[in-house]
Nanobody
Framework: QVQLVESGGGLVQTGGSLRVSCTASGSIFSINAMGWYRQAPGNQRELVAHITRSGSTNYADSVKGRFTISRDNAKNSVYLQMNSLKPEDTAVYYC???????????????WGQGTQVTVSS
């Protein structure tokens, strides 16, 4: 089994910054893609940012130029630096990882429990 644990959410004013982190642990042979989704009340979950093992990234148009995704493969971790935050960024942020299991060598996606990010106006 694999667990993803997020941290770093919280309350921030408009224009502020936050960094959320996510670390995977458990039966891990390797991790391919990692990334972040978010879900605001009444909305569908949407992709925020995605990063491959080699470091290629892509972002939702709404966060380009403000958010930066990065990862540390040695720590099985992914990070999301969020700058110039807006009230519309308020959501629960979920990390995910495409993991190859250390015993079965099968791959599947795992999700974190979510961390709340609230941007006050």
């Amino acid at each position: 089994q694999v667990q993803l644990v997020e941290s770093g959410g919280g309350l921030v004013q408009t224009g502020g910054s936050l960094r959320v982190s996510c670390t995977a642990s458990g039966s891990i042979f390797s991790i391919n893609a990692m990334g972040w989704y978010r879900q605001a009340p009444g909305n569908q979950r949407e992709l925020v940012a995605h990063i491959t093992r080699s470091g290629s990234t892509n972002y939702a148009d709404s966060v380009k130029g403000r958010f930066t995704i990065s990862r540390d493969n040695a720590k099985n971790s992914v990070y999301l630096q969020m700058n110039s935050l807006k009230p519309e960024d308020t959501a629960v942020y979920y990390c995910y990882a495409d993991v190859r299991d250390g015993f079965s060598f099968k791959t599947r996606d795992y999700w974190g429990q979510g961390t709340q990010v609230t941007v006050s106006s």
